[in-house]
Protein backbone atom coordinates (compact mmCIF):
# COMPACT_ATOMS: atom_id res chain seq x y z
CA UNK A 1 0.00 0.00 0.00
CA UNK A 2 1.35 3.12 -1.18
CA UNK A 3 1.41 5.72 1.73
CA UNK A 4 -1.22 8.87 0.93
CA UNK A 5 0.51 12.25 -0.59
CA UNK A 6 0.06 15.03 1.68
CA UNK A 7 -0.84 18.61 0.69
CA UNK A 8 1.22 20.63 2.71
CA UNK A 9 3.00 24.60 3.35
CA UNK A 10 6.56 24.59 1.69
CA UNK A 11 9.28 24.56 4.35
CA UNK A 12 13.12 25.39 4.27
CA UNK A 13 14.23 21.90 3.43
CA UNK A 14 11.67 20.72 0.91
CA UNK A 15 14.17 23.68 -2.01
CA UNK A 16 15.97 20.34 -3.62
CA UNK A 17 13.08 18.20 -3.80
CA UNK A 18 11.47 20.93 -5.58
CA UNK A 19 14.35 21.47 -7.84
CA UNK A 20 14.12 17.66 -7.96
CA UNK A 21 10.41 17.94 -9.38
CA UNK A 22 11.50 21.07 -11.89
CA UNK A 23 14.03 18.88 -13.57
CA UNK A 24 12.05 15.32 -13.87
CA UNK A 25 9.34 17.32 -16.09
CA UNK A 26 11.23 20.07 -17.29
CA UNK A 27 15.24 19.48 -17.61
CA UNK A 28 16.94 22.27 -18.07
CA UNK A 29 13.95 24.41 -19.04
CA UNK A 30 12.32 24.97 -15.34
CA UNK A 31 13.25 27.28 -12.79
CA UNK A 32 17.22 27.80 -11.64
CA UNK A 33 18.78 26.43 -8.31
CA UNK A 34 19.01 30.07 -7.16
CA UNK A 35 15.35 30.96 -7.92
CA UNK A 36 14.06 27.53 -6.18
CA UNK A 37 16.46 28.18 -3.17
CA UNK A 38 14.98 31.36 -2.52
CA UNK A 39 11.08 29.74 -2.54
CA UNK A 40 10.98 29.04 1.23
CA UNK A 41 11.73 32.31 2.02
CA UNK A 42 10.40 34.16 -0.42
CA UNK A 43 6.90 32.41 -0.87
CA UNK A 44 6.62 30.75 2.21
CA UNK A 45 2.58 31.51 2.42
CA UNK A 46 1.78 30.93 -0.68
CA UNK A 47 3.66 27.77 -2.02
CA UNK A 48 2.53 24.52 -1.39
CA UNK A 49 4.17 21.14 -1.73
CA UNK A 50 2.95 17.11 -2.36
CA UNK A 51 4.81 14.63 -0.11
CA UNK A 52 4.22 11.75 -0.27
CA UNK A 53 6.84 8.93 0.95
CA UNK A 54 9.25 11.14 1.97
CA UNK A 55 9.64 12.60 -1.24
CA UNK A 56 8.25 16.17 -2.79
CA UNK A 57 5.74 14.87 -5.95
CA UNK A 58 5.17 17.97 -6.92
CA UNK A 59 4.65 21.54 -6.12
CA UNK A 60 2.25 24.66 -6.53
CA UNK A 61 3.60 28.87 -6.30
CA UNK A 62 1.64 31.24 -6.19
CA UNK A 63 2.45 35.41 -5.27
CA UNK A 64 0.26 38.45 -5.12
CA UNK A 65 1.21 41.31 -8.27
CA UNK A 66 3.75 43.79 -6.76
CA UNK A 67 1.83 47.16 -5.68
CA UNK A 68 -1.77 45.42 -6.48
CA UNK A 69 -2.41 43.23 -3.51
CA UNK A 70 -5.82 42.15 -4.71
CA UNK A 71 -4.14 40.97 -7.59
CA UNK A 72 -2.16 37.24 -7.39
CA UNK A 73 -0.64 34.82 -10.12
CA UNK A 74 -0.93 31.05 -9.94
CA UNK A 75 2.63 30.98 -11.32
CA UNK A 76 3.75 27.55 -11.54
CA UNK A 77 2.02 24.00 -10.99
CA UNK A 78 4.44 21.06 -11.28
CA UNK A 79 4.00 17.08 -10.80
CA UNK A 80 6.46 14.34 -10.61
CA UNK A 81 3.62 12.24 -12.33
CA UNK A 82 0.76 13.23 -13.62
CA UNK A 83 -3.09 11.29 -13.86
CA UNK A 84 -3.01 11.33 -9.57
CA UNK A 85 -5.21 14.60 -9.30
CA UNK A 86 -1.95 16.37 -7.51
CA UNK A 87 -2.08 19.30 -10.02
CA UNK A 88 -5.60 20.05 -9.29
CA UNK A 89 -5.37 19.79 -5.36
CA UNK A 90 -2.28 21.95 -5.26
CA UNK A 91 -4.01 24.56 -7.60
CA UNK A 92 -6.64 24.66 -5.72
CA UNK A 93 -4.97 25.14 -2.13
CA UNK A 94 -2.66 27.91 -3.47
CA UNK A 95 -5.34 29.63 -4.70
CA UNK A 96 -7.26 29.30 -1.38
CA UNK A 97 -4.43 31.11 0.20
CA UNK A 98 -3.75 33.40 -2.00
CA UNK A 99 -7.68 34.73 -1.45
CA UNK A 100 -7.20 33.90 2.18
CA UNK A 101 -4.44 36.92 1.75
CA UNK A 102 -6.78 39.58 0.24
CA UNK A 103 -6.38 38.30 -3.16
CA UNK A 104 -9.51 38.81 -5.66
CA UNK A 105 -8.57 37.86 -9.13
CA UNK A 106 -6.31 35.36 -9.36
CA UNK A 107 -4.48 34.97 -13.22
CA UNK A 108 -2.56 32.11 -14.52
CA UNK A 109 -0.81 31.31 -18.09
CA UNK A 110 -1.16 27.87 -19.27
CA UNK A 111 0.13 26.59 -23.06
CA UNK A 112 -3.11 26.54 -24.88
CA UNK A 113 -2.37 22.38 -26.02
CA UNK A 114 -2.29 21.52 -22.23
CA UNK A 115 -5.90 20.23 -22.38
CA UNK A 116 -5.51 18.95 -18.90
CA UNK A 117 -4.79 21.74 -16.77
CA UNK A 118 -7.37 23.74 -18.95
CA UNK A 119 -9.86 21.78 -17.55
CA UNK A 120 -8.63 21.63 -14.22
CA UNK A 121 -8.29 25.42 -14.33
CA UNK A 122 -12.02 26.02 -15.27
CA UNK A 123 -13.46 23.50 -13.12
CA UNK A 124 -11.47 25.76 -10.07
CA UNK A 125 -13.47 28.92 -11.73
CA UNK A 126 -11.09 30.18 -13.99
CA UNK A 127 -11.85 31.51 -17.46
CA UNK A 128 -10.39 32.22 -20.28
CA UNK A 129 -8.72 36.06 -21.16
CA UNK A 130 -6.71 35.96 -24.52
CA UNK A 131 -4.33 34.12 -26.39
CA UNK A 132 -1.15 35.42 -26.01
CA UNK A 133 0.93 34.37 -28.88
CA UNK A 134 5.25 34.47 -28.25
CA UNK A 135 4.39 35.16 -24.34
CA UNK A 136 7.70 33.31 -23.25
CA UNK A 137 9.67 33.92 -27.34
CA UNK A 138 8.95 32.46 -30.37
CA UNK A 139 6.62 29.82 -30.40
CA UNK A 140 6.29 29.72 -26.25
CA UNK A 141 2.36 31.14 -26.52
CA UNK A 142 0.15 30.99 -23.56
CA UNK A 143 -3.56 31.38 -22.64
CA UNK A 144 -4.15 33.82 -19.91
CA UNK A 145 -7.03 32.72 -17.46
CA UNK A 146 -8.75 34.74 -14.99
CA UNK A 147 -10.31 33.70 -11.62
CA UNK A 148 -12.28 36.03 -9.59
CA UNK A 149 -13.00 35.58 -5.81
CA UNK A 150 -16.31 34.17 -5.15
Known amino acids: MTEPITIRPVTREDWE ?21 MIPHVFSRTCWVA ?22 WLLSVVVRNDGRGLGAR ?6 ESLEHAGVARTFLTVAPDNVAAIRIYERLGFTRVRFE ?9 RLLMERLRP
Open 17 to 37: GIVSVENARYGDAGYDRYFVR
Open 51 to 72: QGSGEIEGYALGAREDGHPDVG
Open 90 to 95: LSRQCV
Open 133 to 141: ANYYGPGMD
